[in-house]
Protein backbone atom coordinates (compact mmCIF):
# COMPACT_ATOMS: atom_id res chain seq x y z
CA UNK A 1 0.00 0.00 0.00
CA UNK A 2 1.14 3.44 -0.50
CA UNK A 3 2.10 5.49 2.30
CA UNK A 4 1.46 9.35 0.60
CA UNK A 5 -1.44 10.17 -1.58
CA UNK A 6 -3.10 13.99 -1.90
CA UNK A 7 -6.40 12.94 -0.86
CA UNK A 8 -7.94 10.09 0.75
CA UNK A 9 -11.37 8.53 0.16
CA UNK A 10 -13.11 6.54 3.14
CA UNK A 11 -15.88 4.15 1.31
CA UNK A 12 -16.40 3.56 -2.30
CA UNK A 13 -20.09 4.03 -2.70
CA UNK A 14 -21.05 6.62 -5.31
CA UNK A 15 -20.55 9.86 -3.14
CA UNK A 16 -16.99 8.37 -2.44
CA UNK A 17 -16.25 7.14 -6.22
CA UNK A 18 -17.74 10.71 -7.75
CA UNK A 19 -15.45 12.63 -5.67
CA UNK A 20 -12.40 10.29 -6.36
CA UNK A 21 -13.27 10.30 -10.12
CA UNK A 22 -13.46 13.90 -10.40
CA UNK A 23 -10.21 14.55 -8.07
CA UNK A 24 -8.34 12.10 -10.23
CA UNK A 25 -9.16 13.67 -13.66
CA UNK A 26 -7.80 16.92 -12.32
CA UNK A 27 -4.16 15.26 -11.69
CA UNK A 28 -4.27 14.47 -7.73
CA UNK A 29 -3.35 11.00 -6.12
CA UNK A 30 -6.41 9.42 -4.88
CA UNK A 31 -6.50 6.30 -2.91
CA UNK A 32 -10.36 5.00 -2.19
CA UNK A 33 -10.83 2.60 0.94
CA UNK A 34 -13.44 0.16 0.29
CA UNK A 35 -14.37 -2.29 3.65
CA UNK A 36 -16.34 -4.53 1.07
CA UNK A 37 -14.68 -6.74 -1.49
CA UNK A 38 -16.81 -6.35 -4.20
CA UNK A 39 -18.15 -2.40 -5.12
CA UNK A 40 -21.68 -1.98 -5.15
CA UNK A 41 -22.53 -5.47 -3.44
CA UNK A 42 -25.23 -6.20 -1.31
CA UNK A 43 -27.46 -4.34 -3.76
CA UNK A 44 -29.32 -2.19 -1.40
CA UNK A 45 -31.12 0.59 -3.44
CA UNK A 46 -34.01 0.78 -5.86
CA UNK A 47 -31.83 2.40 -8.27
CA UNK A 48 -34.07 5.73 -9.05
CA UNK A 49 -32.16 8.55 -10.25
CA UNK A 50 -33.40 11.66 -12.28
CA UNK A 51 -32.69 12.74 -15.78
CA UNK A 52 -32.18 16.29 -13.89
CA UNK A 53 -29.79 14.66 -11.12
CA UNK A 54 -27.73 12.28 -13.71
CA UNK A 55 -26.85 15.64 -15.64
CA UNK A 56 -25.84 17.74 -13.29
CA UNK A 57 -23.67 14.33 -11.95
CA UNK A 58 -22.43 14.52 -15.57
CA UNK A 59 -23.19 10.16 -15.65
CA UNK A 60 -24.73 9.23 -18.62
CA UNK A 61 -28.67 7.84 -18.40
CA UNK A 62 -27.67 5.12 -20.99
CA UNK A 63 -24.80 3.56 -19.51
CA UNK A 64 -24.17 -0.10 -18.60
CA UNK A 65 -26.74 -0.07 -15.31
CA UNK A 66 -29.56 1.42 -17.63
CA UNK A 67 -32.61 -1.14 -16.56
CA UNK A 68 -35.73 1.06 -17.16
CA UNK A 69 -36.60 4.79 -17.81
CA UNK A 70 -39.74 6.04 -16.08
CA UNK A 71 -42.00 9.08 -16.94
CA UNK A 72 -44.15 9.79 -13.19
CA UNK A 73 -45.12 8.64 -10.55
CA UNK A 74 -48.71 6.85 -9.16
CA UNK A 75 -49.28 8.01 -5.60
CA UNK A 76 -51.98 6.11 -3.92
CA UNK A 77 -54.07 6.98 -0.19
CA UNK A 78 -54.78 4.79 2.61
CA UNK A 79 -58.29 4.15 1.47
CA UNK A 80 -57.13 3.72 -2.45
CA UNK A 81 -57.50 7.03 -4.12
CA UNK A 82 -54.86 7.88 -6.46
CA UNK A 83 -53.34 10.37 -8.23
CA UNK A 84 -50.65 10.35 -11.24
CA UNK A 85 -48.09 12.71 -12.01
CA UNK A 86 -46.96 11.89 -15.41
CA UNK A 87 -44.36 14.22 -17.59
CA UNK A 88 -45.04 14.79 -21.18
CA UNK A 89 -41.28 12.52 -21.79
CA UNK A 90 -39.16 10.46 -19.11
CA UNK A 91 -38.08 12.09 -16.52
CA UNK A 92 -35.87 9.20 -14.27
CA UNK A 93 -34.24 6.09 -14.49
CA UNK A 94 -34.11 2.89 -12.83
CA UNK A 95 -30.86 1.40 -12.49
CA UNK A 96 -29.36 -1.87 -11.38
CA UNK A 97 -27.55 -0.30 -8.56
CA UNK A 98 -24.40 -2.75 -8.46
CA UNK A 99 -23.24 -2.01 -11.84
CA UNK A 100 -23.71 2.05 -11.67
CA UNK A 101 -21.11 1.51 -8.46
CA UNK A 102 -18.69 -0.48 -10.37
CA UNK A 103 -19.55 2.00 -13.26
CA UNK A 104 -18.52 4.87 -11.47
CA UNK A 105 -15.24 2.55 -9.89
CA UNK A 106 -13.94 2.26 -12.99
CA UNK A 107 -14.22 6.40 -14.24
CA UNK A 108 -11.88 6.49 -11.05
CA UNK A 109 -10.11 3.99 -11.61
CA UNK A 110 -9.25 5.05 -15.89
CA UNK A 111 -8.82 8.49 -14.39
CA UNK A 112 -6.04 7.46 -12.22
CA UNK A 113 -7.20 6.88 -8.60
CA UNK A 114 -6.39 3.92 -6.58
CA UNK A 115 -9.36 1.70 -5.05
CA UNK A 116 -8.08 -0.97 -2.33
CA UNK A 117 -10.73 -3.46 -1.82
CA UNK A 118 -11.69 -5.17 1.33
CA UNK A 119 -9.58 -3.05 3.20
CA UNK A 120 -11.46 -1.19 6.28
CA UNK A 121 -10.43 2.24 7.39
CA UNK A 122 -10.23 1.48 11.53
CA UNK A 123 -8.64 4.85 12.49
CA UNK A 124 -7.76 8.49 11.72
CA UNK A 125 -5.70 10.84 13.43
CA UNK A 126 -4.20 14.23 12.30
CA UNK A 127 -0.45 15.11 11.65
CA UNK A 128 1.03 17.95 10.02
CA UNK A 129 -2.21 19.65 8.88
CA UNK A 130 -2.74 15.95 6.73
CA UNK A 131 -4.84 13.01 8.03
CA UNK A 132 -3.13 9.67 8.71
CA UNK A 133 -5.59 7.10 8.11
CA UNK A 134 -5.10 3.90 10.00
CA UNK A 135 -6.04 0.49 8.37
CA UNK A 136 -6.64 -3.02 8.20
CA UNK A 137 -3.83 -3.01 5.63
CA UNK A 138 -1.03 -0.63 7.17
CA UNK A 139 -0.97 3.47 7.47
CA UNK A 140 -1.49 6.00 4.75
CA UNK A 141 -1.61 9.49 5.01
CA UNK A 142 -3.24 12.18 3.17
CA UNK A 143 -3.68 15.96 2.78
CA UNK A 144 -7.84 15.73 2.08
CA UNK A 145 -9.77 13.44 3.34
CA UNK A 146 -13.53 12.14 1.97
CA UNK A 147 -15.32 10.76 4.30
CA UNK A 148 -17.75 8.78 2.58
CA UNK A 149 -18.82 5.95 4.63
CA UNK A 150 -22.45 6.01 4.51
CA UNK A 151 -24.47 5.25 7.47
CA UNK A 152 -21.81 3.45 9.90
CA UNK A 153 -19.89 6.96 10.39
CA UNK A 154 -17.65 5.13 12.32
CA UNK A 155 -15.03 7.69 10.99
CA UNK A 156 -17.46 10.48 10.86
CA UNK A 157 -17.52 9.84 14.54
CA UNK A 158 -14.18 10.24 15.14
CA UNK A 159 -13.25 13.45 13.50
CA UNK A 160 -16.08 15.82 13.46
CA UNK A 161 -17.16 16.82 16.88
CA UNK A 162 -20.54 16.42 18.27
CA UNK A 163 -21.29 13.74 15.05
CA UNK A 164 -25.33 13.17 14.97
CA UNK A 165 -27.91 12.82 12.69
CA UNK A 166 -31.38 12.27 12.14
CA UNK A 167 -33.86 9.30 12.17
CA UNK A 168 -33.30 6.49 9.84
CA UNK A 169 -35.92 4.26 8.75
CA UNK A 170 -35.40 -0.07 8.66
CA UNK A 171 -36.36 -0.57 5.06
CA UNK A 172 -36.63 -4.28 3.27
CA UNK A 173 -36.76 -3.98 -0.36
CA UNK A 174 -38.12 -7.30 -2.23
CA UNK A 175 -37.27 -7.92 -6.16
CA UNK A 176 -40.54 -9.05 -7.57
CA UNK A 177 -41.60 -11.35 -10.00
CA UNK A 178 -45.50 -10.68 -11.65
CA UNK A 179 -45.86 -7.17 -9.75
CA UNK A 180 -48.52 -6.17 -13.07
CA UNK A 181 -47.93 -2.69 -12.93
CA UNK A 182 -47.82 0.21 -16.27
CA UNK A 183 -43.28 -0.18 -15.88
CA UNK A 184 -43.35 3.57 -17.09
CA UNK A 185 -44.07 4.83 -13.95
CA UNK A 186 -43.04 4.31 -9.95
CA UNK A 187 -45.69 4.23 -7.46
CA UNK A 188 -45.87 5.23 -4.07
CA UNK A 189 -48.53 3.76 -1.89
CA UNK A 190 -49.35 5.02 1.88
CA UNK A 191 -51.22 2.72 4.04
CA UNK A 192 -52.38 2.73 7.50
CA UNK A 193 -49.82 0.74 8.96
CA UNK A 194 -47.11 2.19 7.82
CA UNK A 195 -47.35 5.51 9.32
CA UNK A 196 -43.46 6.31 9.28
CA UNK A 197 -42.97 6.50 5.10
CA UNK A 198 -44.57 4.68 2.29
CA UNK A 199 -44.35 1.46 0.35
CA UNK A 200 -43.19 1.60 -3.19
CA UNK A 201 -42.75 -0.53 -6.91
CA UNK A 202 -40.14 1.04 -8.81
CA UNK A 203 -40.75 -1.08 -12.45
CA UNK A 204 -38.04 -3.01 -13.92
CA UNK A 205 -39.93 -3.93 -16.52
CA UNK A 206 -43.42 -4.78 -16.88
CA UNK A 207 -43.11 -7.75 -14.89
CA UNK A 208 -39.76 -7.14 -12.22
CA UNK A 209 -39.74 -4.81 -9.95
CA UNK A 210 -38.06 -3.38 -7.10
CA UNK A 211 -40.21 -3.39 -3.88
CA UNK A 212 -39.78 -1.62 -0.89
CA UNK A 213 -41.72 -1.03 2.75
CA UNK A 214 -40.19 0.80 5.86
CA UNK A 215 -41.68 0.91 9.13
CA UNK A 216 -39.82 1.75 12.18
CA UNK A 217 -41.39 -1.06 13.81
CA UNK A 218 -41.92 -5.02 12.88
CA UNK A 219 -40.81 -3.53 9.37
CA UNK A 220 -40.38 -7.44 8.53
CA UNK A 221 -44.11 -8.69 9.34
CA UNK A 222 -45.41 -5.27 8.01
CA UNK A 223 -43.46 -5.88 4.43
CA UNK A 224 -44.58 -9.37 4.15
CA UNK A 225 -48.41 -8.11 4.59
CA UNK A 226 -48.20 -5.25 2.30
CA UNK A 227 -46.96 -7.97 -0.35
CA UNK A 228 -49.98 -10.16 0.49
CA UNK A 229 -52.51 -7.36 0.49
CA UNK A 230 -51.14 -4.88 -2.70
CA UNK A 231 -49.08 -8.14 -4.62
CA UNK A 232 -50.65 -11.13 -4.28
CA UNK A 233 -50.02 -12.98 -6.97
CA UNK A 234 -45.64 -11.65 -7.15
CA UNK A 235 -43.07 -13.86 -6.52
CA UNK A 236 -39.77 -13.15 -4.10
CA UNK A 237 -36.90 -13.41 -6.27
CA UNK A 238 -34.24 -12.03 -3.62
CA UNK A 239 -34.76 -9.76 -0.57
CA UNK A 240 -32.79 -7.04 1.31
CA UNK A 241 -32.92 -5.34 4.41
CA UNK A 242 -30.92 -1.72 5.48
CA UNK A 243 -32.58 2.19 6.82
CA UNK A 244 -33.17 5.02 4.68
CA UNK A 245 -32.24 8.43 6.15
CA UNK A 246 -34.79 10.65 6.67
CA UNK A 247 -33.54 13.45 8.90
CA UNK A 248 -31.95 17.02 7.85
CA UNK A 249 -28.21 17.32 6.69
CA UNK A 250 -25.34 17.74 8.89
CA UNK A 251 -25.20 21.77 9.43
CA UNK A 252 -21.47 21.69 8.34
CA UNK A 253 -20.06 18.74 6.33
CA UNK A 254 -16.45 20.45 6.10
CA UNK A 255 -14.27 20.48 8.95
CA UNK A 256 -10.65 21.53 7.93
CA UNK A 257 -9.43 19.69 4.44
CA UNK A 258 -12.14 17.20 5.85
CA UNK A 259 -15.71 16.20 4.06
CA UNK A 260 -18.13 14.24 5.18
CA UNK A 261 -20.33 13.40 1.76
CA UNK A 262 -23.26 11.25 1.18
CA UNK A 263 -25.35 9.82 3.66
CA UNK A 264 -22.70 10.44 6.68
CA UNK A 265 -23.57 13.65 6.53
CA UNK A 266 -27.69 13.11 5.72
CA UNK A 267 -27.47 14.33 2.26
CA UNK A 268 -30.54 12.77 1.59
CA UNK A 269 -34.11 14.29 0.65
CA UNK A 270 -35.76 13.28 3.64
CA UNK A 271 -39.01 12.74 1.63
CA UNK A 272 -37.96 9.81 0.53
CA UNK A 273 -34.28 8.53 1.04
CA UNK A 274 -32.90 8.94 -2.11
CA UNK A 275 -29.26 10.22 -1.52
CA UNK A 276 -27.29 8.87 -4.63
CA UNK A 277 -27.93 12.57 -6.35
CA UNK A 278 -27.28 14.81 -3.53
CA UNK A 279 -24.45 12.97 -2.04
CA UNK A 280 -23.23 12.94 -5.72
CA UNK A 281 -23.31 16.77 -6.02
CA UNK A 282 -21.75 17.55 -2.57
CA UNK A 283 -18.85 15.06 -3.67
CA UNK A 284 -18.19 17.14 -6.79
CA UNK A 285 -18.54 20.23 -4.83
CA UNK A 286 -15.96 18.82 -2.30
CA UNK A 287 -13.45 17.79 -5.15
CA UNK A 288 -14.03 20.85 -7.62
CA UNK A 289 -13.01 22.62 -3.98
CA UNK A 290 -9.85 20.86 -3.73
CA UNK A 291 -9.25 21.82 -6.93
CA UNK A 292 -9.01 24.91 -6.49
CA UNK A 293 -11.99 25.15 -9.11
CA UNK A 294 -14.86 26.11 -7.10
CA UNK A 295 -15.77 27.95 -3.59
CA UNK A 296 -17.57 24.26 -1.30
CA UNK A 297 -19.78 26.42 0.53
CA UNK A 298 -21.15 28.46 -2.15
CA UNK A 299 -21.58 25.69 -4.49
CA UNK A 300 -23.56 23.29 -1.31
CA UNK A 301 -25.50 26.40 -0.06
CA UNK A 302 -28.68 26.10 -2.54
CA UNK A 303 -28.54 22.25 -1.85
CA UNK A 304 -28.37 22.71 2.09
CA UNK A 305 -31.64 24.69 1.39
CA UNK A 306 -33.36 22.30 -0.28
CA UNK A 307 -32.14 19.42 1.45
CA UNK A 308 -33.26 21.33 5.35
CA UNK A 309 -36.82 22.46 3.59
CA UNK A 310 -37.46 19.02 2.59
CA UNK A 311 -37.02 17.74 5.84
CA UNK A 312 -39.54 20.23 7.00
CA UNK A 313 -42.12 18.73 4.13
CA UNK A 314 -41.32 15.50 5.26
CA UNK A 315 -42.43 16.63 8.83
CA UNK A 316 -45.43 18.16 7.51
CA UNK A 317 -46.28 15.12 5.21
CA UNK A 318 -45.97 12.33 8.53
CA UNK A 319 -48.16 14.80 10.50
CA UNK A 320 -51.07 14.52 7.80
CA UNK A 321 -53.39 11.23 8.90
CA UNK A 322 -54.48 8.85 6.71
CA UNK A 323 -58.17 10.94 6.47
CA UNK A 324 -56.76 13.55 5.40
CA UNK A 325 -54.39 11.87 3.11
CA UNK A 326 -57.28 10.80 1.22
CA UNK A 327 -58.97 13.91 1.19
CA UNK A 328 -55.83 15.36 -0.10
CA UNK A 329 -54.82 12.98 -2.67
CA UNK A 330 -58.67 12.75 -4.05
CA UNK A 331 -58.18 16.84 -4.28
CA UNK A 332 -55.39 16.57 -6.17
CA UNK A 333 -56.45 14.41 -8.58
CA UNK A 334 -59.98 15.98 -9.10
CA UNK A 335 -58.16 19.76 -9.20
CA UNK A 336 -55.71 19.19 -12.29
CA UNK A 337 -52.77 19.69 -9.52
CA UNK A 338 -51.11 16.31 -10.79
CA UNK A 339 -50.97 17.60 -14.32
CA UNK A 340 -49.34 20.73 -13.71
CA UNK A 341 -47.11 18.83 -11.22
CA UNK A 342 -46.02 16.79 -14.13
CA UNK A 343 -45.54 19.57 -16.28
CA UNK A 344 -43.43 21.57 -13.36
CA UNK A 345 -42.23 18.95 -11.84
CA UNK A 346 -38.52 17.93 -10.57
CA UNK A 347 -38.13 14.71 -9.00
CA UNK A 348 -35.12 15.97 -7.13
CA UNK A 349 -36.34 19.30 -5.41
CA UNK A 350 -39.62 18.14 -3.40
CA UNK A 351 -39.83 21.44 -1.28
CA UNK A 352 -39.46 23.69 -4.68
CA UNK A 353 -42.01 22.46 -6.47
CA UNK A 354 -44.43 22.11 -4.18
CA UNK A 355 -43.87 25.88 -3.53
CA UNK A 356 -43.98 26.75 -7.15
CA UNK A 357 -47.28 24.52 -7.19
CA UNK A 358 -48.80 25.85 -4.43
CA UNK A 359 -47.78 29.73 -5.90
CA UNK A 360 -49.77 28.61 -9.29
CA UNK A 361 -52.80 30.67 -9.51
CA UNK A 362 -54.52 26.99 -10.10
CA UNK A 363 -54.42 26.40 -6.56
CA UNK A 364 -56.95 28.40 -5.68
CA UNK A 365 -58.83 24.89 -7.38
CA UNK A 366 -57.22 22.62 -5.72
CA UNK A 367 -57.80 24.92 -2.42
CA UNK A 368 -61.81 24.69 -3.63
CA UNK A 369 -61.42 20.49 -3.84
CA UNK A 370 -59.70 20.28 -0.75
CA UNK A 371 -62.86 22.23 1.30
CA UNK A 372 -65.54 20.32 -0.75
CA UNK A 373 -63.86 16.64 -0.14
CA UNK A 374 -63.22 17.51 3.36
CA UNK A 375 -66.69 18.80 4.53
CA UNK A 376 -68.05 15.68 2.35
CA UNK A 377 -65.71 13.09 4.66
CA UNK A 378 -67.21 15.20 7.56
CA UNK A 379 -70.57 14.87 6.77
CA UNK A 380 -70.27 11.38 5.84
CA UNK A 381 -68.56 10.07 8.82
C1 LIG B 1 -33.71 0.05 0.11
C2 LIG B 1 -33.09 1.36 -0.34
C3 LIG B 1 -33.50 1.92 -1.53
C4 LIG B 1 -32.92 3.13 -1.97
N1 LIG B 1 -33.31 3.64 -3.15
C5 LIG B 1 -32.74 4.77 -3.61
C6 LIG B 1 -33.07 5.29 -4.89
O1 LIG B 1 -33.89 4.72 -5.62
N2 LIG B 1 -32.47 6.43 -5.30
C7 LIG B 1 -31.53 7.08 -4.52
O2 LIG B 1 -31.01 8.12 -4.94
N3 LIG B 1 -31.19 6.60 -3.32
C8 LIG B 1 -31.75 5.46 -2.85
N4 LIG B 1 -31.39 4.96 -1.64
C9 LIG B 1 -30.38 5.68 -0.84
C10 LIG B 1 -28.99 5.44 -1.41
O3 LIG B 1 -28.75 4.06 -1.48
C11 LIG B 1 -27.94 6.14 -0.53
O4 LIG B 1 -28.30 7.51 -0.41
C12 LIG B 1 -26.55 6.02 -1.15
O5 LIG B 1 -26.13 4.69 -1.20
C13 LIG B 1 -25.54 6.82 -0.33
O6 LIG B 1 -24.28 6.71 -0.96
P1 LIG B 1 -22.96 6.93 -0.10
O7 LIG B 1 -21.84 6.87 -1.09
O8 LIG B 1 -23.09 8.11 0.77
O9 LIG B 1 -22.89 5.68 0.91
P2 LIG B 1 -22.95 4.12 0.67
O10 LIG B 1 -23.56 3.80 -0.63
O11 LIG B 1 -23.54 3.57 1.91
O12 LIG B 1 -21.41 3.70 0.59
C14 LIG B 1 -20.56 3.74 1.71
C15 LIG B 1 -19.44 2.76 1.50
O13 LIG B 1 -18.46 2.93 2.52
C16 LIG B 1 -17.97 1.66 2.92
N5 LIG B 1 -17.40 1.83 4.25
C17 LIG B 1 -18.06 2.17 5.39
N6 LIG B 1 -17.20 2.31 6.43
C18 LIG B 1 -15.97 2.03 5.93
C19 LIG B 1 -14.67 2.01 6.50
N7 LIG B 1 -14.45 2.32 7.79
N8 LIG B 1 -13.61 1.66 5.72
C20 LIG B 1 -13.78 1.35 4.40
N9 LIG B 1 -15.01 1.37 3.80
C21 LIG B 1 -16.08 1.73 4.55
C22 LIG B 1 -19.20 0.77 2.86
O14 LIG B 1 -18.86 -0.58 2.74
C23 LIG B 1 -19.92 1.31 1.61
O15 LIG B 1 -19.54 0.61 0.44
C24 LIG B 1 -31.94 3.77 -1.17
C25 LIG B 1 -31.52 3.20 0.03
C26 LIG B 1 -32.10 2.00 0.45
C27 LIG B 1 -31.62 1.39 1.73
Not at 93 to 103: G, K, L, P
Not at 124 to 131: F, S, T, V
Not at 249 to 276: H, S
Not at 360 to 365: D, G, I, V, W, Y
Request: hydrophobic letters at 45%; aromatic letters at 10%; charged letters at 20%.
Amino acid sequence: MRPRADAAVVGAGPAGLMAAAYLAFRGFDVVVFEEDAIIGRPERCAGLYSLWGLKALRIPADGPYLQNRVMGAVFTSPSGESFTVKAPSEVAVVCNRERFDQYLAEKALDNGATIYLGVHVRDIHRRDGGYVLDTGAGQVEASYLLVAEGRKAHIARRIYPGYRLGPWIPIIQYQVAGHGQDPDLVYLYFTRYLPDFFAYLVPVDGDVGKLGVAAVKNTWALSLRFLREYFPGARILGVSSSSVYVGPPLPDPKIGNAFLLGDVAGQVKATTGGGVVYGGLYALAAARHIAGMADFYSTVKPLQRELENTYLLRRLVSRIGPAMLDTLFRSVGESGMAERLGRLGNMERHHNTLLRSLLHPSATLLALHLIKNYLQAILKS
